[in-house]
């Protein structure tokens, strides 16, 4: 079984700074991408950023240059550092992992419980 871990997030001021991070642990063998999908009210689910193995890393238009996703491979983690958040980054943020558990397993996805991101005006 693999569960994935998010802490941080909380309540911010426009412009402010938040992060939130996410721990992989259970039977992993390899993974091949982690990062952070986010969902806001009434919208649908939408991938904010990723890390994937011999890709690199891809964001979101609406969060480059704000936003910097990083990995600690050692750990199984993946961190979202958020800088000069606007209201319309509200969401619940989610994280994300593609990852085997054998050298025979399919690839499977995984996702964390959610964690919430509030950015007052």
């Known amino acids: 079984q693999v569960q994935l871990v998010e802490s941080g997030g909380g309540l911010v001021q426009a412009g402010g700074s938040l992060s939130v991070s996410c721990v992989a642990s259970g039977r992993i063998f390899s993974i091949t991408s982690m990062g952070w999908y986010r969902q806001a009210p009434g919208k649908q689910r939408e991938r904010v950023a990723i890390?994937?193995?011999?890709?690199?890393?891809n964001y979101a238009d609406s969060v480059k240059g704000r936003f910097t996703v990083s990995r600690d491979n050692a750990k199984n983690a993946v961190n979202l550092s958020m800088d000069s958040l606007k209201p319309e980054d509200t969401a619940v943020y989610y994280c994300?992992?593609?990852?085997?558990?054998?050298?025979?397993?399919?690839?499977?996805?995984?996702w964390g419980q959610g964690t919430q991101v509030t950015v007052s005006s």
């Open positions: 994300n992992a593609a990852l085997r558990s054998s050298p025979v397993s399919p690839l499977r996805e995984y």
């Open positions: 890390i994937t193995n011999g890709v690199g890393t």
